[in-house]
């Protein structure tokens, strides 16, 4: 099991590059299921999760092509519409592949997704949608089956509360569904919108992306297309985040501004310059100490909850007491008492955290829970004092593409054993 070694003081330096956006990668491959063309996607990541996803969509029965960050995907035909536990449960995000499949091939069997390590991470609100299009769902051992032998029909869907691939999957299904259907209570995210600019180049009729209220009109078939998704806000978030804690002067390259307006506003606020060179280059300089500023999570626009842990890792460092508050998930915290192992001073109060700076860290024995709390121990150990080793750095691997590379290529001391 690979693990990061990590010596901490350097502040960072230099030019560091965003690669596309997982979380849009992750529901674009899904949606090739949604025609018998080819699709070819442009600046998807090399991560785990992605790899993941590949393969479950060839077990399905696509052919894919990988050249570097393009890939090419065909099904010309789905010879089992099934995502089988032992795939679900390493990547809750193969529910992805329920809404396509079903509008494709009339039934779909896909396991259960199972928790994980920030929370239950239901998808009733996938379900109760798939139900009002028209399919009967029914779960057992394990596994949720869907069937639509009549097709899909429109409808409207209010979500009872905003869920991100709930309305990936549903506006997947709903693309070819008899009729017009409307979704309200949708999520804003970039990745959906970045979803629904793919889904109009295969053909289909959508409105609305972006706000919480999308009308899909239904088409008879999608064609093939080709599409470069946007760059990854979360990994040009965390590496803001590593420029400002280390004190250091980092330009990031290759992102969407707009995107971390949220983040931005908080750094800010927490004493770090932040400039945009360009529509896709921000620069962040924190030469002097840093002060506490309150968070709390939202959907976008607000502050993502995927940058929680990493912005609690700053605030070990800022003078003051910051409150932080998360309000997506239920057991968002796991990071926090390994950050305290290395010195960090972190109280938690139910869905609260609250962080007492400036501590100074020192290098320790940690472990990665999952994907955006092990970015947070790599940001702490960048700053410690002394050597950190990170385990179970598979984690940060589903999310982050060579994520030490980068590191080290702008002066951080890490390296991977
Ligand atoms: C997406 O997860 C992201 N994953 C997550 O990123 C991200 O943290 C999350 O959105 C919130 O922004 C992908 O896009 C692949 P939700 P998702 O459905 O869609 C509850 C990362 O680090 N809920 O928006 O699974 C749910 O439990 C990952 O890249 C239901 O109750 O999140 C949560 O409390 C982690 N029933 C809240 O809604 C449902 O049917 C928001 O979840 C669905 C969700």
Do not use: W
Request: glycine share 10%; proline share 4%; hydrophobic share 45%.
């Amino acid at each position: 099991m690979d693990k990061f070694v990590v010596k901490g003081g350097v502040p960072l330096h230099g030019e560091i590059a965003t690669g596309g956006a997982k979380n849009s990668a992750l529901p674009a491959l899904a949606a090739t299921l949604l025609t018998d063309e080819p699709v070819l996607l442009q600046r998807i990541p090399r991560v785990r999760d992605v790899r993941t996803m590949q393969r479950l969509l060839v077990d399905i029965g696509a052919s894919a092509d990988v050249d570097g960050e393009s890939v090419r995907i065909q099904v010309r035909e789905v010879r089992s519409p099934e995502a089988p536990y032992e795939l679900v449960k390493t990547m809750r995000a193969s529910s992805l592949v329920l809404g396509p499949l079903v509008a494709r091939a009339g039934r779909a069997r896909v396991s259960l997704p199972g928790g994980c390590a920030i929370g239950a991470r239901p998808i009733n609100l996938h379900l109760v949608g798939l139900e009002q299009l028209g399919a009967q769902i029914q779960q057992a051992h394990g596994y949720v089956e869907a069937v639509a032998p009549q097709g899909l029909r429109g409808t409207t869907i209010r979500f009872e509360r905003i869920t991100v691939t709930g309305t990936e999957d549903l506006m997947m299904a709903a693309v070819l569904a008899r009729g017009t259907t409307i979704l309200e209570n949708a999520a804003r995210e970039p990745e959906v919108t970045d979803l629904t600019a793919l889904l109009v180049k295969m053909g289909a009729k959508i409105e609305g992306a972006g706000t919480s209220t999308v009308r899909i009109e239904g088409v008879a078939r999608l064609h093939g297309a080709e599409h470069a998704i946007i760059p990854d806000r979360i990994e040009a978030g965390t590496f803001l985040v590593a420029g400002a804690i280390t004190g250091g002067d980092l330009t990031v390259t290759g992102c969407l501004p707009e995107h971390n307006a949220a983040l931005i506003t908080k750094l800010q606020a927490a004493g770090a310059e932040i400039t945009e060179v360009d529509g896709s280059t921000l620069r962040v300089r924190a030469a002097r100490g840093l002060r506490s500023a309150d968070v709390t999570t939202a959907e976008y626009p607000g502050f993502p909850t995927d940058l929680q842990a990493q912005y609690i890792a700053l605030m070990t460092q800022a003078e003051g007491i910051a409150i932080i508050t998360e309000t997506i998930f239920e057991n968002r915290f796991m990071h926090a008492q390994e950050l305290a192992r290395m010195g960090a001073n972190i109280r938690l109060e139910g869905n609260q955290a609250i962080v007492a700076g400036r501590k100074e860290l020192t290098g320790a024995g940690v472990i990665a829970s999952d994907l955006r709390a092990s970015a947070s121990l790599v940001l702490a150990a960048l700053v410690a004092r002394g050597e950190t080793v990170i385990d179970r750095v598979y984690h940060i691997d589903r999310g982050y593409e060579k994520i030490e590379g980068k590191l080290a290529a702008v002066g951080a001391q890490i390296r991977r054993i």
